[in-house]
């Protein structure tokens, strides 16, 4: 049905940058919302940021300033930009997107998870 592949994760210094980017691929006919997740050991996932197909964005109060969500409609593609990063960002990074594809000859929504890219952020 539909893919979310997530790339952009690794080991970088304390006040270093990463990019991480999710292209998304499969029957689709439309994708709404797009967002990137986190989830530290012994933490639940928690929303990182967000952006709507019109460009739209939030952000969780601890990355504002710091991280920049993006997205290429054409490309059904979102990154998320991160700077200045912080041993506290460690975490397991998932891409998330509420799509409307393709099922046989009609259509459904439903959201749909990356597996997920590990960013360590050493002190």
């Known amino acids: 049905q539909v893919q979310l592949v997530e790339s952009g994760g690794g080991l970088v210094q304390a006040g270093g940058s990463l990019r991480l980017s999710c292209a998304a691929s499969?029957?689709?006919?439309?994708?709404?919302?797009m967002g990137w997740y986190r989830q530290a050991p012994g933490n639940q996932r928690e929303l990182v940021a967000a952006?709507?197909?019109?460009?739209?964005?939030n952000y969780a109060d601890s990355v504002k300033g710091r991280f920049t969500i993006s997205r290429d409609n054409a490309k059904n593609t979102v990154y998320l930009q991160m700077t200045n990063l912080k041993p506290e960002d460690t975490a397991v990074y998932y891409c998330?997107?509420?799509?409307?594809?393709?099922?046989?000859?009609?259509?459904?929504?439903?959201?749909?998870w990356g597996q997920g890219t590990q960013v360590t952020v050493s002190s």
């Open positions: 998330n997107a509420a799509v409307v594809f393709y099922s046989g000859s009609y259509y459904q929504n439903a959201e749909f």
């Open positions: 499969g029957n689709i006919f439309d994708i709404n919302t």
């Open positions: 952006i709507t197909t019109g460009g739209s964005t």
